[in-house]
C-alpha cells in the first residue's frame, strides 16, 4: 500500500514562490515504476492536472503553469515536489499528489495541501 503526504502549503503574495513536497511511503519499487502528478483544485472548479513527471523524469506541464512551475522527483527518496514561482491569485487552491502505478493502471493520492496566492 501506498500512502502520500503533502507538505508546504501556505499563504504567499502574488509573484512569491512555495515549494510543494510530496512523500510517499511504501514499496519502493512501485514509487520509481510510477509517474507522479501535482492536481489543483480550486474552490467551485474541477481538479485539474498541473504538472506530471514520468517515471523516467521527463515533465509535463498545463499551459497555464508552464515556465513557472517545475517538477522534481527523487527517486532514491521517493519524494516529488513542484517549485512554483511567479504566483499569482489564480494558482490559489488545494493542491495534491498523485501517484500513477502504471504497470497496474492504479491511482493513489494525497490529501491536499492548501496554497493561497494574495493579491
Known amino acids: 500500500q501506498v500512502q502520500l503526504v503533502e507538505s508546504g502549503g501556505g499563504l504567499v503574495q502574488s509573484g512569491g514562490s512555495l515549494r510543494l513536497s510530496c512523500a510517499a511511503s511504501g514499496p519502493g519499487y512501485i514509487f520509481s515504476m510510477s509517474a507522479m502528478n501535482w492536481y489543483r483544485q480550486a474552490p467551485g472548479k474541477e481538479r485539474e492536472l498541473v504538472a506530471g513527471i514520468s517515471n523516467g523524469g521527463r515533465p509535463t506541464y498545463s499551459d497555464s503553469v508552464k515556465g513557472r512551475f517545475i517538477i522534481s522527483r527523487d527517486n532514491a527518496k521517493n519524494t516529488a515536489a513542484l517549485q512554483m514561482n511567479s504566483l499569482k491569485p489564480e494558482d490559489t487552491a488545494v493542491y495534491f499528489c498523485?501517484?500513477?502505478?502504471?504497470?497496474?493502471?492504479?491511482?493513489?493520492w494525497g490529501k491536499g495541501t492548501l496554497v493561497t496566492v494574495s493579491s
Open positions: 498523485n501517484l500513477y502505478y502504471i504497470d497496474y493502471n492504479k491511482d493513489y
